[in-house]
C-alpha cells in the first residue's frame, strides 16, 4: 500500500493518476470518494458536505468506514494507492490496524512537498471534472476546450472548497492535523520527499525514484 501524503494543492491527485497507470493499482482518494457520495445524496455525502466546504477535515469514523469498504474491493486486493488519506494520526492508526488484519501494510509513504503561495494560486485556478475527477488549471493546465473535461467530455467546475476562505482552513487543518502523520511514518522509516514544486514530469520522475528505495 502506498501512501501520498502533502499540503492541499499540491498535486497529490494529479500524481496518483498518473501513478495507477505506471503501477497497475487503483488511486484510492477519499476526496473523491466524499465528492461522488455527496453527488450519489447518500447519508455520509451530505454529512461530510458541510465539513469540506468549510475545509474542515471530516470525522474520522466516517472516512475510516469509507476506506475500509473501498479497500475490501476487488481491483485493491494487490494494494492501492492512497491520495488524502491518512489525514490524521488516528486515522493512520485505523489504517495500520486495518491492514494488520489482511496481513497487509502501507510500503511507503511519498510527501509532496511546495511553499504555501504556490498551492493558493494552484487551487484558486484549478477546474476539476465532477464525473471523472480529472484535474486542470485555468493558466497552467487549461483543457483542449474550455470548460470541457479532455478525458471525458463532461463540464468542468471549481470545487465548492476551491475558495480563498476554505483554502486558508484546509492549509491551517494540514498543519495541525495532517503534519504529524509525516513524523508517524518518518519514524517507522516509510516516509520518501520529493519536491512537488516543479513540473508535472518532474515529480513523476522524482516520485518513481523515490518508490525505488
Ligand atoms: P485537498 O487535498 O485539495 O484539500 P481533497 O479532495 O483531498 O482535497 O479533500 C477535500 C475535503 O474532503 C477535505 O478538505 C476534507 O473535508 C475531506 N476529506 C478528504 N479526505 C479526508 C480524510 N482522510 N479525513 C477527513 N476529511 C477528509
Ligand atoms: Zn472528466
Redesign the pocket.
Known sequence: MLVLMG???VG??TQAAMLEAELGLPQV????L??SARRDGSEIGSL?GE??DA??????E??VAL?KRRLERSDAQQGAIL??????VD?AEALQTMLAEQNRQVDKAVLLTVKEEAVVSR?LGRLTCGSCSSVFHVKTNRPRIDGICDSCGDKLES?T?DNAE?IRT?LA?YRASTEPVVGFYRSQGLLREVDGGQTVDEVFQGLQGALKH
Not at 475545509?55 to 474520522?60: A, E, I, N, Q, T
Not at 491520495?83 to 490524521?88: H, L, M, N, V
Request: aromatic share 6%.
Open positions: 499540503p492541499p494543492g497529490k491527485g482518494s477519499t476526496g473523491d466524499l465528492r461530510a465539513y469540506m475545509g474542515r477535515l471530516v470525522p474520522d466516517l472516512v476506506i491520495d488524502g488519506f491518512p489525514r490524521t486515522q487551487i470545487r472548497d476554505a484546509r487543518t
